[in-house]
């Protein structure tokens, strides 16, 4: 069974950073488009950092030059650098693999919240 874990959200003052992590079990990352969406109260999960299948990155605009994807494909985990914080920025924040057009594995979420 496929598994995606996020860990490092919590409470951080505006300007501030966090480095969230994604860890997979039972999926090789490798080959695969993945990334990060994120999904504040009452409003739509929307994409914000991924990689494409080819290995490019894409960013939504809201947050070009402050947040970074990465990976360690031999720890089987995807990271996002989140710097300069804004409190729209505060969400609950979920990485996910596509593994086709209609079969995407979604992890549980872990929520990021920038407040003074």
């Known amino acids: 069974q496929v598994q995606l874990v996020e860990s490092g959200g919590g409470l951080v003052q505006p300007g501030g950073s966090l480095r969230l992590s994604c860890a997979a079990s039972?999926?090789?990352?490798?080959?695969?488009?993945m990334g990060w969406s994120r999904q504040a109260p009452g409003k739509q999960r929307l994409l914000v950092a991924a990689?494409?299948?080819?290995?490019?990155?894409n960013y939504a605009d809201s947050v070009k030059g402050r947040f970074t994807i990465s990976r360690d494909n031999a720890k089987n985990t995807v990271y996002l650098q989140m710097n300069n914080l804004k409190p729209e920025d505060t969400a609950v924040y979920y990485c996910?693999?596509?593994?086709?057009?209609?079969?995407?594995?979604w992890g549980q979420g872990t929520l990021v919240t920038v407040s003074s």
């Open positions: 990689f494409t299948s080819g290995g490019f990155t």
């Open positions: 996910y693999v596509q593994r086709g057009i209609a079969n995407v594995v």
């Open positions: 039972g999926i090789s990352f490798s080959g695969y488009a």
